[in-house]
Nanobody
Framework: VQLQASGGGSVQTGAPLRLSCANS????????VGWFRQAPGKEREFVSA????????KYSQIAEGRFTISRDNSKSTVYLQMNSLKPEDTAVYYC?????????????????WGQGTQVTVSS
């Protein structure tokens, strides 16, 4: 498994961004995929996760109502559409492949991690 997160950038408050997480080595169609983020000086936190089928999703309070996770297993890619971005969303965003098909916010249940993509939101 080799994950490549992309789509980050510098935007202003209220702007959208769409992050992508592609698996270039192997399909992860049987595994849940999650997004986490880590801001400078803060611990990594859960953002969202999606089941292998895409039928189940989970969002943290920070993401609920603003972010949408989706996946295209034919492309081995998971997306995180982020709308109405705020300065407090500034962080490095990581995608991770779960150890199984269930969705969870627990980082310990994710086996493979991408390198992260920087999102910076200015006011």
């Amino acid at each position: 498994v080799q994950l490549q997160a992309s789509g980050g950038g510098s935007v202003q408050t209220g702007a959208p961004l769409r992050l992508s997480c592609a698996n270039s080595r192997r399909t992860f169609s049987n595994n849940a995929v999650g997004w986490f983020r880590q801001a400078p000086g803060k611990e990594r936190e859960f953002v969202s996760a999606i089941s292998w089928s895409g039928g189940s999703t989970k969002y943290s309070q920070i993401a609920e109502g603003r972010f949408t996770i989706s996946r295209d297993n034919s492309k081995s890619t998971v997306y995180l559409q982020m709308n109405s971005l705020k300065p407090e969303d500034t962080a490095v965003y990581y995608c991770a492949v779960g150890r199984g098909s269930w969705i969870t916010s627990d980082a310990q249940n994710y086996a493979y991690w991408g390198q992260g993509t920087q999102v910076t939101v200015s006011s």
